[in-house]
């Protein structure tokens, strides 16, 4: 087999992987939501705040899942940088609405989902996180 035919299989496969990852992660942002609010004790006024930051989040990371579905060749670098800005800004702007501790919090779980589902779940935030009034500051 020559080495275009087997690059191409294998862009195929991981094409495929991106595909499979995007249908796997069929929780919606009411789900999340919903979660987030049991598992952080938000208030009705918390969780209505959290909503559309949690919608623009999951509209954004479908489009670039969906995007990468196209390309022969997935950059996973590309990938999980692009996806890792993209969980930073939607941190920054949960972080003006919950509390410090309510952010430490899903920051922990979120960071442990993922590294409990490495190689099929979303990219991890390394280093630690401090909140300030203007929002969070990301030690990476």
């Given at each position: 087999?020559?080495?275009?035919l087997a690059?191409?299989?294998?862009g195929?496969?991981?094409?495929?992987?991106v595909s499979?990852?995007?249908?796997?992660?069929?929780?919606?942002a009411e789900?999340s939501?919903?979660?987030?609010?049991?598992?952080?004790?938000?208030?009705?006024?918390?969780?209505?705040?959290?909503?559309?930051?949690?919608?623009e989040?999951?509209?954004?990371?479908?489009a670039?899942l969906?995007e990468?579905?196209?390309?022969?060749i997935?950059n996973?670098?590309?990938?999980k940088?692009?996806?890792?800005?993209?969980?930073?800004?939607?941190y920054?702007?949960?972080?003006?609405?919950?509390?410090?501790d309510?952010?430490k919090r899903?920051?922990?779980?979120?960071n442990?989902?993922?590294?409990?589902?490495?190689?099929?779940?979303?990219?991890?935030?390394?280093?630690?996180?401090?909140?300030?009034p203007?929002?969070?500051?990301?030690?990476?």
């Open positions: 087999m020559n080495i275009q690059g191409s299989i294998l195929v496969f991981l094409v495929l992987g499979v990852y995007a249908q796997d992660m069929t929780l919606n789900d939501v919903r979660r987030m609010t049991t598992e952080l004790n938000m208030t009705d006024a918390q969780a209505d705040a959290v909503r559309p930051i949690i919608k989040y999951m509209s954004k990371r479908d670039i969906q990468m579905q196209g390309d022969l997935v996973h670098a590309v990938l940088s692009t996806l890792e800005a993209l969980r930073r800004d939607e920054l702007k949960l972080s003006k609405t919950l509390s410090e309510q952010m899903w920051v922990r779980k979120e442990l989902r993922a590294s409990l589902n490495k190689g099929g779940g979303e990219s991890q935030i390394e280093g630690g996180t401090t909140l300030t203007e929002g969070a500051k990301f030690n990476f």
